[in-house]
């Protein structure tokens, strides 16, 4: 049934394994954007574009960015327009200020978002095309130009996008979303400055956080997996685990946010080599039809997703939980598996997110389901594929409480008429 998307997976991986991934020079640390900014200056760049968000740009956060950059003479354009998801009009309008500014390089400032729209304004720029024309898999493409140096600063710990190869866009007419995956769009060099996310509220921490969690779980779980992504992956899941609660309820520690950034990025480019899976697929899916932001809908789905790929993975879901001091040496892989979800079902009740989809509507879940598995197969290296009846009853799980009644009220009065 899945032949030709098991096919495609086992082509990618051969693939694979004879590329070279770029990875971006990282500066770590405290006041690690100032560093940036000198290095900036330093490569003789005198015009830069700054990518950033409204939000981001009146609160102040990015002014001692600003000075020290202008202090070393470099003329700053900055386009402020990013939105969540963004889709590909903004995109375009980012490119037409892009060519105005005569740009000699781009630095993105921001969550996600900023991060994603950043590189695929600077890749649309490079190829002189719709983005449109750029999404998909670029090993199935015709060769693409490199764009302007790239350069990036996270203020959130989650997508991981500074390393990584992607970049997700909306096509708000036919509410979707696609992905350019390109290593041609990675950045060049990325500051992981914790001080940028000590105000990012909590609720958001949360979000951004789980969706970290979720790349390093399913880059663990694919099936083009390679040792050194398991190592990152391992390392970034104790990571989220062991400090994602505290950055939650005790904001300011500067080193815990530290490590959230550095377990964002280390999970980055673990899913950049090894891919993600239905987690994400779903995710798309729910953030294009209803504006669920991303991290949310990757916590929403990620244990229900890991209990229906568990017969599959339980020696990698074990393996992650022993290194993270889930479970003990006792207990059979599969158990330990099972401990590994109940321990992420247990972080997202504590962290406050919700385990219902308040927006989703039942009539939706066939175009869910079929776009979801039309992102993933052949595309993931998902342990195992989902049947429709085993996707369905997931995401009716997640209905909210009063289409679940009307569901069962409609069988209870189905069965009456039948007696």
Known sequence: MHLISRLRIVLTRIALKHLQFPVPLCLVGPDSALALCDTIAQAGIRRLLLITDGFLLQSGLLQPLQAQLLQHGVELEIFSDVEPDPGYELVLRGVEVMEHSQAEAVLAVGGGSSMDCAKAIVHTHANRCHPAKLTGLWL?????????????????????????????????????????????????????DARLTLNLPAFLTACTGMDALTHAIEASISTMATPETDQMARTACKLLLQHLPVAVTQGQQLQTRQQMLLASSLAGMAFTRAGVGYVHAFAHQLGALYQIPHGLANALLLPDVLELMLPACSRKLAALAENSGIGDAKMSAEQRSQCLIIHVRQLRCSLQIPSQIQQLCREDLPQIIRRAFAEAHGTYGVPRYLTYAEALQMLESLLPDRQQHQSEDRFSASSANSA
Request: net charge positive.
């Open 140 to 192: 199935y493409a015709l060769p693409r130009r490199h764009g302007l140096p790239l350069y990036a600063v996270p203020t959130t710990a989650g997508t991981g996008s500074e390393v990584t190869i992607a970049a997700v866009l909306s096509d708000k007419e036919a509410q979707t979303k696609k992905a350019i995956i390109d290593p041609k769009i990675t950045p060049k060099m990325v500051a992981l």
